[in-house]
């Protein structure tokens, strides 16, 4: 099944093009033309969104259930099609998008799931005291409900699960709240025929047209316009640094300040362990290599850092890691943008004061190969710059001199999406000092494994202390996320026919 893209928006169930248009830049294939989003586009989406919360905001449960899993079934009728144009516009291999659309399905079933058992409303009620001296008290119920209407930016390397149906549009409709999605333009194709899915999942289940809109490209003043717009209540996004917190800025300066759940990136280092790197330097340098390079390391939580205690121990892994490194061939990177930015941050860690390089080759156009540095445990502490994220298969090995500086270059990261430990039982008194920072600096600490792969579920935190996320009290993948869209309601004395059907007795 071949998919040839209309190039046009979906707002409010209309599919509309025209305007100023703006062309794909595939990897492979061929270019397709789109049209380029507007302010005016943005508002008809947004009212269309304020106009279906009135009706979606009040679903039942049931009904939003079977809505997402009839968008995963959409998806799931259009697989061929979304992996060869998911394809052509990422250079992503066709493996890895047929696991990512899996996720996504996966995403939508298991948020279906999550709003039926009704634990997420978080109910209580404190039931009318009339005779408690001195005061009587009224009867309280309290729930969780929807905030109105979501606005969602589609992230460059997840095109699936981090994008038009992705994790955050996901929790966005099970909490009851209507989307409008900024789609991202390294892969418009890939939004469209996704946002096809939702559209005849929106007929299949007679919901308000108005609950998904996808408004594609434009320039810096469309997304903009997005988050200022007055009926968008709160905002998911997934990106760089730069643009997260530009967007985050304009939420906060609105008239009416909204949450901005930005996941921003992260260097996600490793320590690894004295007795740990002395039993097994050689297989952790190896599935260092495999995780540094998975995607062409364009993972947010790709493990750039290796920090080791100096020593023979130290000089074999890093001699190990740059062994396992070398043979790795060229990959494509998703855009042009982005190889460009990985050549920059390279020279960036290549040009600094105590960097030596252990691994170079080539890196040109829109292809990536590993590069590996290692500096020591001080220079790294007088470098703010080192722990910078570089988007990529790039690795910096830091050595300390001891235990204590070890842990003095874990108190001075800035926050993370992960932190892992490498440890065997021998090196439990270390991992009980590092413990404490780490789980201060990170939104989830590992033992032994790499943070490549991000399990969801209901225990999962994506997330972590600024610059990893613009909020550490959230997480943008697993069941917790759609905490997020809600806000809790208390109901005093109110009967129950005008209580949320979750709420009646």
């Not at 595939?26 to 106009?51: I, K, N, Q």
């Not at 992705?166 to 209507?178: K, V």
């Not at 982005?338 to 292809?367: F, H, K, M, Q, W």
């Not at 932190?419 to 270390?430: F, I, N, Q, S, V």
Request: charge should be negative.
């Amino acid at each position: 099944m071949t998919f040839t893209p209309s190039g046009k928006h979906l707002i409010g169930g209309e599919w509309i093009g025209g305007g100023a248009v703006f062309h794909s830049e595939p990897a492979h294939g061929e270019a397709h033309a789109f049209s380029a989003g507007t302010v005016e586009l943005v508002d008809r989406a947004c009212e269309a969104a304020e106009e279906a919360f009135w009706s979606y905001s009040y679903s039942t449960r049931e009904a939003r259930a079977a809505f997402l899993n009839a968008i995963a079934d959409e998806i799931e009728a259009r697989a061929e099609a979304i992996t060869e144009i998911g394809s052509q516009e990422t250079g992503l291999p066709e493996a890895r998008l047929q696991g990512e659309r899996g996720r996504t399905t996966g995403q939508l079933r298991l948020f279906a799931a999550h709003i039926l058992k009704g634990d997420y409303l978080d109910r209580r009620h404190d039931p009318a005291l009339p005779d408690r001296q001195p005061l009587p008290r009224p009867d309280l119920k309290l729930v969780q409900r929807p905030i109105g209407p979501v606005a969602v930016f589609g992230a460059s390397n997840f095109p699936l699960a981090f994008s038009t149906a992705g994790g955050d549009t996901a929790a966005a409709l099970a909490a009851g709240c209507p989307v409008v999605v900024k789609g991202h333009s390294a892969h418009p194709g890939t939004g469209e025929i996704v946002a096809e899915a939702i559209h005849a999942a929106i007929g299949t289940c007679g919901v308000h047209p108005g609950t998904f809109s996808l408004i594609q490209g434009g320039k810096r003043e469309v997304g903009q316009a997005l988050v200022q717009h007055p009926r968008i209540k709160a905002v998911g996004f997934t990106g760089s640094l730069a643009g997260g917190r530009a967007l985050f800025d304009l939420c906060a300066a609105r008239p009416e300040p909204i949450p901005f759940f930005g996941e921003l990136g992260s260097v996600n280092p490793m320590f690894l362990l004295p007795e740990a790197l002395r039993a097994r330097g050689g297989q952790i340098a190896k599935g260092w290599a495999g995780s540094l390079t998975m995607g062409a390391g364009q993972f947010c939580t790709n493990p750039g850092i290796a920090v080791v205690i100096e020593g023979p121990e130290a000089e074999a892994f890093s001699a190990s890691a740059a062994s396992e490194l070398k043979p790795t061939p060229s990959q494509t990177m998703l855009t042009l943008g982005i190889a460009s930015a990985y050549r920059a941050g390279r020279d960036r860690i290549a040009g600094s004061t105590g960097v030596r390089e252990l691994l170079t080759s080539t890196c040109d156009l829109r292809n990536a190969t590993p590069y590996l540095f290692v500096t020591t445990g001080k220079d790294w502490l007088a470098n703010h710059a080192l722990g910078e994220e570089v988007f990529g298969p790039l690795g910096l090995i830091v050595t300390v001199a001891d235990a204590d500086e070890m842990v003095t270059v874990a108190k001075s990261l800035q926050g993370q999406l992960t932190c892992t430990l490498h440890m065997d039982a021998d090196d439990t008194e270390l991992g009980r000092k590092l413990m404490p920072v780490l789980e201060r600096k990170a939104g989830r600490v590992l033992a032994n494994g790499f943070p490549t792969g991000v399990e969801v579920a209901d225990a999962m935190v994506h997330g972590g202390p600024y610059p990893a996320s613009t909020n550490f009290g959230a997480t943008s993948v697993g069941t917790l996320s759609i905490r997020r869209f809600l806000r809790p309601v208390s109901y005093q004395n109110i009967p129950d026919v005008l209580l949320p059907e979750d709420l009646q007795d």
